[in-house]
């Protein structure tokens, strides 16, 4: 590939800009366009071709033209997430215009198709492409202004108010935080994170705005606070006019960029101007651009595609920049409560193109006393405090065949019940999935706890019974039979299905279940221990109990009793040392895995992943499920893409021997 044929999607007023940017491309040329309207692409075109730029009816079409290589989307905001997701699964590189998602869930998914197929992608913040930009980083990075301190970013003006145009209309998720605040955050992400070349993800955000009559912020203002010494003000309007403007604090001065936004958005020379002010005395340079704005950013994508790059480099967007970036508008809206379409049960939507075609199937079985089959990964629920991330994530489970859900009641102070609640019922799903609610933790493991408990979880949820009901905690104060007894007038009621109980010891587990059958009760039937190829060495939490030793795998081998793990896949212990050394302080596996035992362990799981072409963590999660007794992992993924890395142990089944030997034993 010598140049990079675009195509458009969406011929108008963006789209305008970035086919002149191509005209003016060394690298790209505009050589298709889609449009609902035959009239409007057949004009477009002609605009901006000689005769040789194809029209194409529907976006399929274009998606699927053999002699495109890359796609701009230019529609509103609410499609660029579903036309991304279509262009990056028919293999094409994409430039979307920002926001490309409603809010960071649908931005990761995005960047995780475009890794998944090995393409090119790009969030169209055309500003950071001119040369006042790098001049800009250059200047701080120089140290002439000092040790950074402060951002100050501004992008706001007043358009007249229409309750149908895409800047109010909440249909059309308008406002002033996803239309120009991403240029806001961005600028100050960009200066915070100057010196190691990020764009710096703020520790800290606190917001405020005015939500307009149609539903949209109208103005909003934030305050941002890094882990660098920086603090950020970011501000954006579609109804005041804040101007446009970037203020660069350091300890010895500071830079201002009075254009920052749409420098020589016409054709012909930028008049752009960086006034640096250091020791009481002001300076400034002028920027000359020989290109217009648009060029810069079409340029730049199809010198990175042509490069076989997957994504622009700093200072430009790149794709974990603009999860960070989504990330920050996410908490920004939050804090003046506009939640966009697709984060409210009546707007809720579904993304189609999120997991790859080609992936291994999850597999199900049936379990006595369970409605529905119950799938061998168990979703665990305690991520997701919006709808919005949480529909995206849970869709993707059932779509990869799952069908089991867990949650619990101290999850997130109950809001993350009410949230799969919301999705539960916005999808009409309680009658096909399964979800295992979970109660009496610690400190309210108490019989009478777990009724009440359990009413308050099941109305979060919007059902009416569950369908498996597991105790959170023991309390070895108060005897077995009492919570026996507890779960049996649950069941009578016809609250509870199937029950066991979590980091319970086998002790008292026989316990219960010699009480129950001595009592003609239903007994526990699932035990909700950690059991992973790596064995606990210390508690995760307090009061956790490990099932891999060999006394609990002799007893759970002997009595064939179900087992759910938490933690299955170790907290990232079998991940390669580069994932596990950006996993947070907090919750890195060494903490509580670290042994030249499991060190072993995981040396064979590498051995055996090369045997199979898959990795180490799918080794890991494949031994859970390979148990001779009934055994289902439960996983967190906090999103599609960790979905999809841990089905390929589906892809393939351990032995016995290899079972045994992965684990030390024999």
């Known amino acids: 590939m010598s140049i990079v044929n675009w195509g458009i999607i969406g011929p108008g007023s963006i789209a305008r800009n970035f086919a002149k940017g191509l005209a003016e491309s060394e690298s790209g040329r505009l050589a298709a366009v889609a449009s609902r309207s035959a009239e409007r692409g057949k004009a477009f075109a002609e605009e901006f071709g000689d005769g040789d ?11 699927a033209d053999p002699k495109i290589d890359a796609i701009h989307i230019a529609t509103p905001h609410p499609f660029h997430a579903q036309q991304a997701l279509d262009v990056i699964r028919a293999g094409k590189h994409v430039s979307v215009e920002k926001p490309a998602g409603l809010n960071a869930a649908e931005v990761t998914a995005l960047v995780e198709a475009a890794e998944q197929e090995g393409v090119f992608f790009m969030e169209a913040y055309m500003y950071l492409h001119h040369p006042q930009i790098a001049r800009a980083v250059e200047i701080v990075k120089s140290g002439e202004l000092g040790a950074l301190r402060h951002v100050r970013a501004t992008f706001g003006f007043a358009a007249g108010f229409n309750p149908e145009s895409r800047l109010y209309s909440h249909d059309l998720a308008g406002g002033g935080i996803l239309d120009v605040g991403g240029y806001s955050v961005s600028a100050a992400r960009l200066f915070a994170g100057s010196a190691a070349g990020v764009m710096a993800d703020p520790v800290e955000i606190k917001g405020v705005g005015r939500i307009g009559k149609s539903g949209v912020d109208e103005v909003a203002r934030a305050l941002l ?41 016409e054709e012909g020379p930028s008049d752009t101007v960086i006034e640096i002010t250091t020791n ?30 997957k ?9 974990k920049g603009s999860i960070g970036n989504a990330t920050v508008l996410d908490a920004w809206r939050a804090e003046l409560g506009y939640r966009v ?18 992936r291994a199937a999850m597999k199900t079985r049936v379990v006595e006393g369970v409605a529905n089959p119950v799938s061998d990964l168990v979703l665990g629920c305690d991520n997701r405090n919006t709808l919005g991330e949480g529909a995206i994530m849970w869709d993707a489970f059932v779509e990869a065949g799952g ?6 009641f101290v999850y997130g102070g109950g809001r993350h019940e009410a949230v799969l609640g919301e999705w539960i019922g916005a999808r009409g799903a309680a009658d096909d999935i399964n979800v295992i609610v979970k109660g009496a933790h610690t400190p309210y493991c108490f019989p009478q706890a777990i009724g009440a408990q359990l009413d308050i979880s099941l109305e979060r949820l919007g059902l009416d019974r569950a369908a498996i009901y597991i105790m959170h905690r023991d309390n070895p104060d108060v005897p077995v039979g009492e919570f026996v007894d507890a779960i049996a007038r649950l069941r009578e009621a016809g609250r509870i299905g199937m029950w066991g109980g979590s980091n319970w010891s086998v002790a008292r587990f026989e316990e219960a279940v010699e009480y129950a059958e001595k009592n003609g ?37 002997r009595t064939n009793t179900m087992h759910m793990s938490w933690s299955s896949q170790a907290r990232g212990f079998f991940l390669d040392a580069a994932l596990r050394g950006r996993l947070s302080a907090d919750t890195a596996p060494d903490l509580c895995f670290g042994s030249a035992a499991n060190d072993e362990r995981r040396k064979r ?14 080794i890991a999660t494949a031994w859970v499920l390979a148990q001779s007794f009934p055994s289902l992992a439960l996983i967190g993924p906090r999103s599609p893409g960790e979905l999809v890395s841990t089905l390929p142990a589906f892809s393939f089944e351990l032995s016995a021997e290899e079972v045994a030997w992965l684990n030390l034993e024999g």
Not at 53 to 63: F, K, M, P, Q, R
Not at 311 to 319: D, K, N, V
């Open 53 to 63: 730029v194809v029209v194409h009816g529907s976006y399929a079409d274009l998606c």
């Open 225 to 265: 606070s890094f882990d660098t010494g920086v603090s950020a003000e970011v501000a954006c309007a579609v109804a005041e006019d804040l101007g446009q403007r970037i203020e660069v604090t350091g300890e010895k001065g500071t830079m201002v960029l009075s254009n920052p936004w749409v420098p020589g958005r």
């Open 280 to 309: 009481g005395e002001t300076r400034t340079e002028e920027i000359a651009a020989e290109k217009m704005l648009f060029a810069y950013e079409a340029e730049a994508a199809s010198r990175a595609i042509l490069a076989g790059d």
């Open 311 to 319: 994504g622009c480099a700093y200072p430009a967007m790149t794709p």
């Open 341 to 358: 379409i697709g984060e409210t049960p009546a707007t809720i939507r579904r993304l189609s193109g999120v997991l790859p075609a080609d």
């Open 403 to 408: 069908t089991t859900f867990d949650t619990g």
């Open 521 to 557: 009760l239903e007994p526990p039937r699932i035990l909700n221990n950690n059991l992973s190829l790596a064995v606990m060495e210390k508690p995760v939490w307090d009061g956790c109990i490990t099932s891999n030793t060999p006394e609990t795998l002799s007893w759970l081998r």
């Open 605 to 618: 799981a590498g051995q055996l992943a090369k045997t199979y072409g898959v990795s180490r963590h799918n």
